[in-house]
């Protein structure tokens, strides 16, 4: 049975942030507000864990999950990025974005898409999840919590608990959340190519 905080969205309660982040080491998955929709994660390295995402939302190894990362410094240590690539992420970042970059070996090689070696990286706009991420240290392997057969993610906290309290370890009430997903933006060839309109908008990337 998931346990659930309430968590200021403004002021996160650094108590609840530490015994979050305990949760989310000890194998647990969390699901936890973003500035675009609820994301369910875990820790980057724990292949249960992982694997327990992908069940929930019924996901393949050609799907990218995404490295939710605390800062841009901290996301240039999992992808490789050239200055092309750093001015667009400097203009855009934190933002309701998830890019696709090409993944360093600092990125276990089984979360790579299997054909392309690229991974899925994001900079949440939004107090909770930068929270848990500095606390982490470390990304945090996301996935937007859009269930199957469902038209847009879970927005509600009371909702998610009722349904899938089961399923994961901690459910972090921090607000109504929005209905959209991120924008996707795959930057791991020459020009920028639009994968998903969400709710992060193109013009930065000339699309």
């Not at 346990?3 to 015994?19: C, D, G, H, T, V």
């Not at 305990?22 to 609820?38: A, H, K, M, N, Q």
């Not at 800062?71 to 050239?82: E, G, I, R």
Request: glycine share 6%.
């Amino acid at each position: 049975m998931a346990q659930f905080f309430s968590i200021n969205a403004e002021n996160p309660q650094l108590r609840l942030i530490k015994q979050a982040v305990e949760i989310i080491r000890g194998g647990g998955l969390v699901i936890y507000p973003t500035d675009s929709c609820y994301a369910i994660g875990c820790q980057l390295d724990n292949k249960t864990a992982v694997d327990r995402i992908r069940r929930i939302r019924q996901l393949d190894d050609k799907h990218h999950l995404t490295l939710a990362c605390h800062d841009l410094s901290q996301l240039s240590s999992y992808a490789k990025v050239d200055n092309r690539v750093f001015r667009m992420l400097k203009s855009t970042t934190p933002g309701p974005y998830t890019f696709i970059l090409l993944a360093t070996k600092e990125v276990p090689r089984r979360l790579w898409h299997p054909k392309k070696s690229t991974i899925g990286l994001r900079v949440p706009d939004h107090p909770i999840a930068l929270a848990l991420l500095e606390e982490l240290g470390e990304p945090m392997l996301s996935s937007s919590l859009l269930l199957p057969g469902e038209e847009h993610p879970m927005a509600d906290a009371w909702e998610i608990r009722d349904r899938l309290e089961r399923d994961v370890d901690l459910i972090i009430e921090g607000g109504y959340c929005g209905l959209e997903p991120t924008t996707v933006i795959d930057l791991s060839n020459d020009a920028p190519e639009l994968v998903r309109q969400g709710s992060g908008n193109v013009a930065p990337f000339g699309l």
